[in-house]
């Protein structure tokens, strides 16, 4: 009985370093935050309460709720494009007939993109698609597609939906690898089953693959909302700034929260859009969950 | 087992407490130079020009004092100061920062006070521009920076296309081609009209800031002279004025070493037939004028090529700076001495100014008495003409007390404001109520009004 209550001890040491580090880095930058958000600190200086003033500015801040609406169109795109084409291998390199080889490769070379940095990925193709002298302008006069070379990132019909599919060119190789990761985990017996019983690949997709991924689903769709509604870096450079240009199509939340506590001095605002945001993926993601649960019912 | 699993517990719950008291001194990922002169001081300066390196090996050389320099990239400058000097670090002893930045920095109390004995800042106040001293001063007045160099704007010319347009190539005769918005719009159509483009880009009255504040007595003024900037910079960008280059772009060089091709908006530059047509109809043609700081010299001197010496500086419409570093002491340093003479080393004194003009081939100090004794010097690239007594008036011209620190983002916002009319996408109406909008979510404590 005594070995037994000092080994338990000799855990709770082992785990020490880890809560050590989670209760400074995590907890009480979460719990700071929230303070913050009460006052007007301005990222130096004493702070101020101001009640529930930064999260009143906030309701009735229509370039949050723009910066808003920007982040989910551009999400949306992305998303869109990442799930499809990383489902659409999936079903390629997964299909028992076709049997293709060299999954590792593949796997390795669709991942690669997600290894670059946004800098490089956002020079690269600021230079490719530049108004005047971009080489995707060019290839597309070339081929006869267009007439006059088109404005992609100074536009705001088009800049967002360049900055999507960037998006879900960078991050299609991990949504790529996990739902392969869900694939391979099914019991081969069901597709063997259903190919004896003559099912075609549509009914094997639907009553087989997507049931049996939908935790796998359910993962990819919670972290890429809350990695999609906290997007920052890729528009933040490619639009040169916090202000999203043109006209702050690009400007997401998390850039419009940077502009505050970054640029303005205007922390304990920037806090409270943080805390608005943070409820906003939150209710968003319990009913992504309770949709997903409610099917499954 | 038992102790050995003891032992590992111990050893892991004791190496993390090591990393969180470790230094983290050498984890800095900017790039560093330190001279190892073996001095028993050392002094540690943060910057984010490089040009502190070149003063630091010299300080060293000179005093026998170790000058650690950290140059920092300047999108990280301002954070990683922040951080290091809210967290109370006593190095850097000696912090540098760009006007922009200075009011937050002397709000956060980072600068010590250069008034206060020892220092006694102020006996030296008539030895630096008056602008440059003012803007080392926070909002009471106390000095805390100094810089070593004056930026002020000038109109940068081409003498040989004034020649041939107006028959004179006098700065003073060609300032007044500058002096306010409706005459460089019509300078603009007078040299298309004789075959030449005004600028080849938009943007090049950006340095030029204008006589009026953004913010005047807690109010937004968005003055006529600012609505005028706007109506040039769309017509200049509409009526095919300039060669539509970027600034900082390789056209924007291209155009400083002699022929473009004449572009309009519409051109497509990667139609070769329409492109032929372009070129059959209207030719290539040379830029006139470049809007540009005091080192701007430097910008010309290395990419004007076959336009070498062909070169005069006038006049804008009204005052303006650009950048400049600005150094002072950080108000922990344990070494504020040392960091004291390190800052008067650089900024106030005669011998390190000259040196500095050499060094740099040609940067603009702001130490008065070093601008006097070079004022007689003639620029073979400029004509001959005495840059040094220019840039002094210009710098005397320049009104600080226009400067608030709400500049950068109204300035960015009516940047948009201008761009989104400029290429059709608002009506000049809708643009700046838009841009109104932005700066009340802003600084709701900014009045607007509309």
């Not at chain 1, 301005?42 to 101001?50: A, I, L, R």
């Not at chain 1, 929260?257 to 993926?281: D, E, H, M, R």
Request: some cysteine.
């Amino acid at each position: 009985m005594g070995k037994k209550k000092d080994y338990n001890r000799m855990g709770y040491l082992f785990v020490l370093p880890f809560v050590i580090v989670f209760l400074i880095f995590s907890v009480y930058p979460v719990l700071r935050t929230l303070y913050l958000s009460f006052t007007d600190y301005k990222g130096y200086g004493t702070e101020n309460f101001v009640g529930m003033a930064n999260y009143i500015r906030v309701i009735n801040d229509k370039f949050f709720w723009q910066a808003l609406w920007n982040t989910i169109k551009i999400w949306s795109v992305n998303i869109v494009l990442q799930i499809g084409l990383a489902f659409i291998l999936t079903l390629i390199f997964s299909d028992i007939k076709y049997r293709f080889r060299g999954l590792s490769v593949f796997r390795a070379i669709f991942y690669l993109p997600n290894l670059i940095a946004a800098t490089s990925v956002s020079f690269l193709f600021k230079t490719l698609l530049d108004w005047r002298f971009g080489t995707f302008n060019q290839m597309l006069m070339e081929a006869g597609l267009i007439d006059m070379p088109i404005n992609w990132l100074g536009a705001t019909t088009t800049a967002p939906i360049v900055i999507a599919v960037i998006g879900a060119w960078m991050w299609f190789g991990n949504s790529f690898i996990v739902l392969m990761a869900g694939v391979q985990g099914i019991s081969t017996e069901y597709f063997e089953a259903a190919a004896i019983d003559g099912a075609g690949r549509w009914a094997v997709f639907k009553n087989i693959t997507i049931p049996l991924l939908k935790p796998i689903l359910i993962y990819i769709s919670i972290t890429s909302l809350i990695g999609g509604l906290q997007m920052f870096d890729l528009p933040f450079l490619m639009s040169g700034g916090v202000d999203g240009a043109p006209s702050g199509s690009l400007q997401t939340v998390v850039m419009y929260l940077y502009k505050f506590g970054f640029v303005t001095n205007q922390v304990g605002y920037a806090a409270a859009i943080a805390y608005v945001l943070f409820l906003i993926i939150l209710v968003i993601s319990i009913l992504q969950l309770k949709v997903f649960n409610k099917k499954e019912d | 087992m038992k102790q050995f699993k003891k032992l590992m517990a111990v050893l892991l719950v004791g190496s993390l407490a090591l990393v969180g008291c470790g230094s983290s001194g050498s984890s800095d990922s900017s790039s560093s130079s330190s001279d190892s002169s073996g001095s028993a001081d050392k002094i540690v300066v943060w910057t984010l020009a490089q040009d502190l390196e070149q003063f630091g090996k010299k300080f060293s050389e000179d005093t026998g004092i170790d000058v650690e320099t950290v140059v920092i990239a300047p999108a990280d400058y301002l954070t990683k100061v922040q951080s290091a000097l809210l967290g109370g670090a006593t190095e850097p002893d000696v912090i540098v920062a760009e006007p922009q930045m200075l009011a937050t920095m002397y709000d956060a109390g980072f600068f010590e006070d250069l008034n206060q004995e020892p220092y006694n800042a102020q006996q030296y106040s008539d030895l630096i521009v008056d602008y440059v001293w003012e803007v080392g001063q926070d909002d009471d007045g106390i000095q805390r920076a100094i810089s070593y160099q004056i930026t002020p704007a000038g109109m940068f010319y081409r003498r040989d296309i004034a020649m041939d347009v107006y028959g004179t190539d006098d700065p003073e005769f060609i300032s007044t081609l500058f002096k306010d918005y409706p005459t460089i719009y019509n300078t603009a159509i007078e040299l298309r009209d004789a075959g030449y483009r005004i600028f080849a880009s938009d943007g090049e009255m950006g340095v030029f800031a204008g006589d009026d504040a953004w913010v005047v007595d807690g109010v937004l003024n968005l003055s006529q002279a600012r609505i005028d900037y706007m109506d040039l910079a769309v017509a200049l960008y509409q009526d095919d004025l300039t060669a539509y280059a970027s600034q900082w772009s390789a056209p924007w060089y291209q155009a400083m070493k002699g022929e473009v091709p004449i572009l309009t908006a519409e051109t497509n530059v990667w139609d070769s037939d329409a492109v032929a047509e372009t070129a059959a109809n209207s030719g290539t043609t040379e830029i006139f004028a470049f809007g540009l700081p005091s080192w701007g010299v430097l910008t010309l001197r290395d990419n004007t090529d076959e336009t070498f010496g062909l070169w005069g500086v006038a006049e804008g419409p009204s005052s303006g700076f650009a950048g400049g570093s600005f150094i002072g002491i950080n108000s922990n340093s344990k070494k504020k001495d040392t960091a004291w003479e390190f800052v008067k080393y650089c900024t106030l004194d005669a011998d390190v100014m000259e040196w500095w003009i050499d060094i740099s081939k040609g940067d603009t100090v702001a130490h008065i008495p070093t601008l006097e004794k070079y004022s007689d010097v003639e620029n073979e690239n400029f004509g001959g003409q005495q840059l040094y007594q220019f840039w002094l008036e210009q710098a005397q011209e320049i009104d600080y007390s226009v400067v608030t620190q709400y500049d950068t983002a109204i300035g960015n916002a009516w940047g948009d404001a201008i761009n989104s009319v400029k290429i059709g996408e608002k009506t000049k109406e809708d643009a700046i109520n838009y841009f109104y909008d932005v700066v009340a979510s802003t600084y709701p404590q900014i009045q607007i009004n509309r």
